[in-house]
Structures are given as structure tokens and as C-alpha cells.
């Protein structure tokens, strides 16, 4: 009909926008050649500006692309530009970032390219920065990029931590459920109030205060972000490494270092009289980034160690006085510290607990107060709550089912801790307890495993821990270890243990007579191996494993 506007139909539009995309994957790839063609320091002098221009059209449509970013850096780096021109770069920088931002706020390669940016400015508006951080919080409060950012911009500005801890309070009250707000104040705090304590990770008057706050904030909001927040208040944590325990003896040391939160270089020191011992070369385990356990054989036998008069141990700048026994004819080093942490009575965590429980009755599927209350009666009182906090991870592994294995390997984690700390009370200062039975405890998984370094007889049977034989390699000393009916298929993960002479694998799951093979040869001390009740007793060649090898196999 006349002058009425003619409508496209379905099929009409998807194809415009089809030939919409042809146009732009074209231009995409066009540019893309461009770049790669001509991105290698040489060219990046000659095609500078070129290459400034194509890399700016693909980012405003994807700025995700990290390559890209780091070809601008080369450009600006690359080329000899007049201080103006330098300037004037670095401002069009500024606002191609900020255009990039409206469309995709949450990019890393994004910020990290505006914090390189504006470290190069040569008088750069922090003040501005920090209006503009304030914005995006505006729009995202829980924009984490833009908190990182804002973190390095208070820096560069001089902006003092209770300025930030003040605007931290501000966020938090006006929005509970902000997790980024919370995270960002736990640093904050760290940084003003942090203390070394194992139990807690800001001084006692600080940590009071939030602990009100955060109660206040679990009852209002049903959020998470609190509930983590409260829980980085009660989780035990220590960021620098000590000695746990040590033992010289004439042929060889073994040094446990515990608590190791820092990835960094270790340096570690024996001496005997006040002298050095020279040349040693650490073993480490379970590996060199992570290493708590390191064991040492001495070159030459230090036959005079039972008529010595001092020996210490130096880790970091902490030196360490070892203590001769009798007993073991060596001298020993144990850390006593987690014996003598005395149960908290403390009235505020009391209440805390009280007021959780409540709301536990009223909300009987509510995870975040069934957790909390577990770490509060932890923290309170482990060995009298000990029962209660089993039966309530029980109970969250039903209420919060999609993560109940995580529950699962918090109870091991307890369960382990408990029966150690048993053990622990039960030896004299000069001893060390050479065993350990922990067989029929429904084990998922062996947390703090260094902690069984120094155990010789280790008993793990009816457990589940067929996917945590990486975590034995700590048990460097051990000699006879138990593992039968933990549901083990496979024993491609089983660690080289040196000193292992009898391994009870049976009532298990496997089936690989190479395996079996490959841990016989690997372990040269091995004389006993326990396979009953295992598939791979029907098809395996006794008879001639124990020619080759002399080793006993009960199959």
C-alpha cells in the first residue's frame, strides 16, 4: 500500500546480518595479517602507527585479546617518539582503554594495559583514576579487576590504608552481599593489623571489631560473602615458615618445616658446635616448589654427634636449639606449639556459636551456619566438640550434596588432625612416635601430610584414599605401610619410598601386572608385598617376580 514503510522479512534480516558478519570476519582476518606480518621489532619502527591503528579497530570489538595489547607496548617501546608525541600517545591510550571498558569491564589484559599506561604517564591524575575506579564500582560493586586496579592506584597515590578501610565500611554497609568488598578489607586489615599468630590473622581488638560486624552482616543477608569473610576470621593460617620437628642423627638429617605459605627459597643450616656442616644437598619433598620434608645423608658419618655439645638447626634467620635423647641416640627438634593452644572460653565466640546454632534450628538447610558453626566449636573447644563436628559435616554433605566430597576431605582433615594430636600428648619431649593407625576412619584424603614424615609403621587401611597416593610421598622413612581395602585400581601414582620394606595392598581393585612390576623394581628395600584379593593375583608370575627380584609376594 502506498506510503507505508516496507518491513523485512526474518529471512531478509538474517541475511543483512550474515553479510554484516562476512564484512567483519573479513576486516578481522585482513588486520590480523597485517599484525602478524609486521609485528617484529624491526617493522614495529618502520609500521608503528600502522600497526597502532588495526590493533585499535580489533580491540574495540574484542579487547580480550592479550597479543594485541602486547603489540601496542612493542610499538610504544620500539619506536623514538618526541616527548609530545610520547604524551599524546599515552592519553589516546587512556581513552581507548576507557571505551574498552564500557564494553567489557571485567577484562584482565584490559587493566593490566591501563596499569601499564599509566606508570608511564609523566604526570599521571591518580585522582582521577580513583573517580573513575569509583565509578565502575557503581555500576559492579563486586567487580574484582576494578578492586585490583583501585589497590595499585591507592598505592601510587599515597592514599593511606584508613582512608581505604573507611571506604571498605562504606561499601559493605551499603551492600552486604559485595564478596569483593569484604576480600578487599581482609587485605587492608592485613596490611594495618596483621599478626603472626596461628590463631588469628589480625590483633585481638580488630579482630573483636569484625567479628561483630560480620555477625551482623550473616544475619541480615543470607549472602555468601559475609559467611567467607567470616570464615578468613576464623581459619587458622600463618604466612611464614618455622621448624616442626628435626632429627640428627650420625648418617643423616630429616627437617620438617611447616606452615611454608611463601613460594620462595628456603635456607636451611646445620651446625654442630657452633660450626657449619658444609656440602649438603637436600632432598626434597613433595616436590622443590613445595617442599616441607628435606632429608639429608651425610658424605662422611659425624661420629662424634652423641658427644656434642650443641647442635642447632638455621632456617631463614630463626636459629633452632636441638635436644639430645637417649632413646633414639640423636638429637631432636619438636615444635609444640598446636599441643599447647589453650581452648578458647572466649565469651564473644561463645555467643557466636550460640546464635548460629539458633539459627541452624530455624533453618535446618542453611549450609553457611551449619559451616560456621563447625569452625567456631573447632576453634572453641576441638576435643570436646569433636563428635559434633563430625555429625554437623555429616549433615552438610545432605543439605549441600553437590559439594559433599569437599565436605568429605574436611572431615578427613579433622579426623587426622585429632588422631595426631592424640598421639602427640602421648610422647615424652625426647620421643618420637614411630606408628600410626589410622585404618577404618573413612579417609579421603591426607591433609597436612607432612606431618607424617618422621612415622615409620603407617597403618591407612579401610579408607578411601585411592586418589590421594601422590600425597605418600612424604612417608620417606617409613618401612611397613598398609593400605589394603582403599578401593585402589591403579598404582600409577604410587611414590618412590626409599626405605619401604613392606607394602599390605591387599583387598584392593588392581589389576596392572606391570604396575606391579614398576613398584617392585623401584623399590630397592622392598622384601614383603601383601596382594591378596586383588584381580591381578589370577594373572601374575610369582614364581618368577621372585626369582628376579627376592622379594616375598602373599597372593
Not at 514503510?5 to 562476512?22: P, Y
Not at 567487580?143 to 589497590?151: G, K, P
Request: aromatic letters at 10%; glycine letters at 2%; a neutral charge.
Amino acid at each position: 500500500m502506498l506510503g507505508r514503510v516496507k518491513v523485512r522479512t526474518t529471512a531478509e534480516q538474517e541475511e543483512i546480518k550474515k553479510q554484516e558478519r562476512a564484512v567483519k570476519v573479513s576486516q578481522y582476518k585482513a588486520d590480523f595479517t597485517i599484525v602478524s606480518q609486521k609485528r617484529n621489532i624491526l617493522e614495529v619502527k618502520k609500521w608503528g602507527l600502522e600497526l597502532l591503528n588495526v590493533t585499535k579497530r580489533i580491540l574495540l570489538n574484542n579487547s580480550d585479546i592479550y597479543t594485541l595489547w602486547n603489540v601496542r607496548r612493542q610499538v610504544f617501546e620500539n619506536k623514538k617518539w618526541s616527548e609530545v608525541e610520547y604524551k599524546l600517545m599515552l592519553e589516546n591510550e587512556m581513552i581507548l582503554t576507557e571505551r574498552c571498558l564500557r564494553e567489557n569491564p571485567k577484562s584482565y589484559s584490559l587493566w593490566h594495559q591501563r596499569c601499564w599506561v599509566m606508570e608511564r604517564m609523566p604526570e599521571p591524575d591518580w585522582k582521577k583514576e580513583l573517580s573513575m575506579c569509583a565509578k565502575c564500582l557503581n555500576l559492579d560493586e563486586r567487580n574484582f579487576h576494578c578492586w585490583d586496579y583501585r589497590e595499585f592506584v591507592v598505592q601510587k597515590a599515597g592514599i593511606s590504608n584508613e582512608e581505604e578501610l573507611e571506604f571498605s565500611t562504606t561499601k559493605i554497609l551499603s551492600n552486604f552481599p559485595n564478596y569483593s568488598s569484604w576480600h578487599y578489607r581482609s587485605r587492608i586489615l592485613t596490611k594495618m593489623f596483621g599478626t603472626t599468630s596461628k590463631e588469628i590473622p589480625i590483633v585481638d581488638d580488630i579482630y573483636r571489631e569484625e567479628l561483630n560486624l560480620v555477625m551482623n552482616a550473616t544475619l541480615t543477608d543470607p549472602n555468601d560473602s559475609a559467611w567467607f569473610y567470616q570464615r578468613w576470621l576464623l581459619d587458622e593460617s600463618r604466612t611464614t615458615c618455622r621448624l616442626w620437628r628435626a632429627e640428627i642423627e650420625k648418617d643423616g638429617a630429616a627437617v620438617i618445616i611447616d606452615n611454608n605459605g611463601l613460594i620462595q627459597p628456603i635456607s636451611l643450616e646445620l651446625f654442630v658446635n657452633g660450626e657449619m656442616v658444609d656440602y649438603l644437598s637436600w632432598y626434597l619433598y613433595p616436590d622443590e616448589e613445595f617442599a616441607k620434608l628435606r632429608i639429608v645423608e651425610f658424605d662422611e658419618s659425624l661420629e662424634n654427634l652423641d658427644h656434642a655439645k650443641e647442635v642447632s638447626v638455621k632456617l631463614q634467620e630463626t636459629v633452632y636449639q636441638l635436644s639430645y635423647s637417649e632413646l633414639t641416640s640423636s638429637w631432636i627438634y619438636k615444635d609444640k606449639s598446636s599441643l599447647h593452644k589453650q581452648n578458647s572460653n572466649d565469651k564473644q565466640l561463645n555467643e557466636q556459636l550460640k546464635c548460629y546454632n539458633q539459627l541452624s534450628k530455624m533453618e535446618p538447610n542453611n549450609k553457611w551456619a551449619l559451616l560456621t558453626s563447625v569452625l567456631l566449636m573447632k576453634k572453641i573447644d576441638f576435643k570436646k566438640f569433636y563428635t559434633d563436628i563430625l555429625d554437623r559435616l555429616s549433615a552438610l554433605t545432605k543439605v549441600d550434596s553437590l559439594r559433599k566430597n569437599y565436605y568429605k576431605d574436611l572431615r578427613s582433615k579433622f579426623v587426622v588432625e585429632y588422631n595426631l594430636l592424640e598421639i602427640w600428648k602421648k610422647e615424652s619431649d625426647l620421643e618420637i612416635q614411630p606408628k600410626i593407625d589410622l585404618s577404618g576412619l573413612d579417609l579421603t584424603k591426607l591433609h597436612n601430610n607432612h606431618y607424617f614424615s618422621f612415622f615409620e609403621e603407617v597403618k591407612f587401611g579401610a579408607n578411601q584414599l585411592k586418589n590421594s597416593l601422590y600425597q605418600l610421598s612424604i612417608l620417606q622413612r617409613c618401612v611397613k605401610l598398609s593400605l589394603c581395602s582403599n578401593g585402589l585400581t591403579s598404582l600409577k601414582h604410587f611414590p618412590i619410598l626409599y626405605n619401604l620394606k613392606v607394602l599390605i595392598l591387599r583387598d584392593n581393585m588392581l589389576t596392572s601386572t606391570e604396575e606391579i612390576v614398576y613398584l617392585i623394581e623401584a623399590h630397592a628395600k622392598l622384601r614383603m608385598l601383601d596382594l591378596r584379593n586383588n584381580p591381578v593375583c589370577e594373572k601374575i608370575d610369582i614364581a618368577e617376580i621372585k626369582r628376579q627380584h627376592k622379594i616375598f609376594i602373599i597372593v
